[in-house]
């Protein structure tokens, strides 16, 4: 069973940036498709960006180009390095471990609040 714990979130300007990181326990984070979710107040929850066992990734085009999604299987982490924030980067996010990316499949952890706020 893989346990995961978010960090990294809080407040910050537009414009700023932010790093995320998801903490792994268990032995399948390697051969996991690792994912952040993100789910604004009133919204559905949506796919951030993607990452599989073998280093490919995938992005929203909402953050492409601005965010950047990393895996250090050794340590068992996964990061969400954020750039150029916008207050509608502002959600609680969550990061997946799974088969796949699909979000009904998987295990989660707590979430993590961003906000981004003048």
């Known amino acids: 069973q893989v346990q995961l714990v978010e960090s990294g979130g809080g407040s910050v300007q537009p414009g700023g940036s932010l790093r995320l990181s998801c903490a792994a326990s268990?032995?399948?984070?390697?051969?996991?498709?690792m994912v952040w979710f993100r789910q604004a107040p009133g919204k559905q929850r949506e796919l951030v960006a993607s990452?599989?066992?073998?280093?490919?990734?995938n992005y929203a085009d909402s953050v492409r180009g601005r965010f950047t999604i990393s895996r250090d299987n050794a340590k068992s982490m996964l990061y969400l390095q954020m750039n150029s924030l916008k207050p509608e980067d502002t959600a609680v996010y969550y990061c997946?471990?799974?088969?796949?990316?699909?979000?009904?499949?998987?295990?989660w952890g707590q979430g993590t609040q961003v906000t981004v706020s003048s």
């Open positions: 990452i599989t066992k073998e280093g490919a990734t």
């Open positions: 997946k471990a799974g088969l796949s990316a699909d979000s009904r499949f998987g295990v």
């Open positions: 268990g032995s399948i984070f390697s051969v996991s498709t």
